[in-house]
């Protein structure tokens, strides 16, 4: 038997920190919503008790540093499966890139395998072992959009934004999501982006409110250490798109675009700068 899972990959329309909390990580409050860029797992099971992760990109780790195998591995130590698992990592989203697709990997696992082998582990179960394996992991098992709070494991599904075009683009530099949280000062924020203001617009289903009300604290550091981030952002409103913000820590930049006669132009437009550009729509 095979299963297949597809594992979208994740934008922030609104990304805030509140302070930093006494177990190091930050308190955030986020809108997060999926796009129409995924990768593909195929899980198969093996008679030997063996997890072996492949994938034709050559470029992540197949063993105990991938997130899909810590996830096939902590849900066989927590409900003593015997069997092993083949699972074939089809990779479509920049790695490293503020786009969770290591987490969505990793959500895509656990419901997965949750099928494959019969497990019949509740949704609310599932969340609790996604949050077990890094922030984003939640949030990927349901999808949807949803405000994220605590540390981005509690959340709060909202209704999906009115369905658009979106462009995303990543130069060509990995950005580290430890780092730049490291370097932020949460004390020092000047201007914080309101959750409750892009739920209203999001509910409106007003698009011209939701591009208004996008906003990223973590530009503030990611932008001054890597100039190439803020001249995508320039180059992406120069080219039309309504409305332009990083993703999470970045360095991929997306721009949200109303009319698919502008999405030619944008995206040749940007692969001047770099050559992975993605136009996809918003899933909802």
Known sequence: MKVYE??????????????????????VEMVMTMVDLADRLEMEELPRDTIIIS??????PLDEKNLAFQAAKLIKERY?????????????IPVAAGLAGGSSDAAAALRGLNRLWGLNIPQS???????????DVPFCVTGGTAIATGRG?????????????????????????????????????????S???????????????????LGNVLED??????????????????????????????????????KESKIARIYNGLRGFCKEVYAVRMLT
């Open 125 to 135: 179960e599932l969340l609790t072992l996604g949050a077990e394996l890094g922030s």
């Open 221 to 258: 550091v990611t932008l001054p250490l890597h100039p190439e981030v803020q001249q995508l952002k320039e180059a992406m409103i120069r080219l039309g798109a309504d409305g332009v913000l990083m993703s999470g820590s970045g360095p991929t930049v997306f721009g949200l675009v109303s």
């Open 80 to 92: 003593q499966v015997k069997q092993g698992v083949y699972i074939h990592l089809d990779k479509k």
């Open 153 to 193: 494991e509690k959340l709060e599904h909202i209704i999906n934004p009115p369905q658009c075009w979106v462009v995303l683009a990543k130069p060509p530099i990995n950005v580290s999501t430890a780092d730049v949280y490291g370097r932020l000062r949460a004390n020092e924020i000047k201007a914080h982006p």
């Open 6 to 27: 597809k594992a979208p990959a994740k934008i922030n329309l609104m990304l805030d920190v509140l302070r930093k909390r006494e177990d190091g990580y930050h308190e």
């Open 55 to 60: 994938s034709q990109a050559g470029y992540i």
């Open 195 to 213: 959750a409750s203001a892009m739920k209203e617009a999001i509910e409106a289903q007003s698009f011209t409110d939701i591009c208004d009300r």
